[in-house]
């Protein structure tokens, strides 16, 4: 649900009309790589901007954060929402047309007007089509937080996101182990046998029967 503390009010407005255009195009596989559709679908101005205001009231700025329409959420979304010709059967399910055909429809009731405005307008498609409303307010999310710029806000602004890395792997415990000792460490001394060095060597009486032993059950 919508909440006066996740919709602060901010000023926005100006957003022009657009041609809406669509592409016919020829996809050469019928699933998404990592990472969504390459090429992404492509959004007209009106669009980027309807886009960008839906962001900014789902997640405002402020507190050391950037607003969503300042790194570029668009892109997150043109990657995938499912290109025209293509089933969206993977998430977020929305094709290119009916996702496109929806902002250019939310256009009219977000372009000039002021921050209550706006909220007024999702609210009223919170209520009339939570699904689309959720496919909205989910992808920002996803698509916000995945930006450098915003993890690296985490870092600076949030004491318990020092360490947050956009990379998926871990670090390791590098800030939990102690130093090498150079000296203890130049001390130590060892060898290996090359791959195409090694030769098989015979296996002790007691070994070889256990090993004998284990073959027949098998």
């Known amino acids: 649900m919508w909440t006066e503390a996740s919709l602060h009010p ?11 255009r669509f592409e016919a195009r020829s996809l050469g596989r019928n699933r998404p790589t990592l990472g969504g559709w390459l090429p992404g ?14 962001a900014d009231r789902i997640i405002p700025e402020g507190d050391g954060f950037p607003a969503p329409s300042t790194v570029d959420v668009v892109a997150f979304f043109a990657r995938y929402v499912a290109p025209a010709g293509v089933e969206p059967k ?3 399910l929305v094709g290119e047309v009916e996702f496109t055909d929806r902002l250019d429809a939310l256009a009219p009731a977000l372009a000039g007007t002021d921050a209550a405005g706006e909220i007024s307008a999702l609210r009223g498609l ?5 699904g689309f409303f959720g496919v909205l307010r989910d992808m920002t999310y996803f698509a916000y937080y995945s ?18 890395r956009p990379s998926p792997q871990p670090y390791g415990y590098s800030d939990a182990l102690e130093d090498w000792d150079p000296q203890l460490f130049s001390a130590i001394s060892g060898g290996y046998t090359r791959t195409d060095e090694v030769r098989r060597v015979p296996l002790p009486g007691w070994l070889s029967d256990s090993s004998d032993h284990h073959s027949q059950e098998g």
């Open 10 to 20: 901010d000023h926005r407005g100006g957003y022009g009309g657009g041609v809406v």
């Open 41 to 54: 679908i492509e959004f007209t101005e009106q669009q980027r901007r309807t886009l960008g205001a839906i």
């Open 90 to 92: 993977w998430y977020p």
């Open 126 to 130: 919170e209520a009339e089509d939570p």
């Open 147 to 164: 930006r450098p710029a915003v993890v690296a806000a985490i870092n600076a602004n949030l004491a318990a996101g020092r360490d947050l």
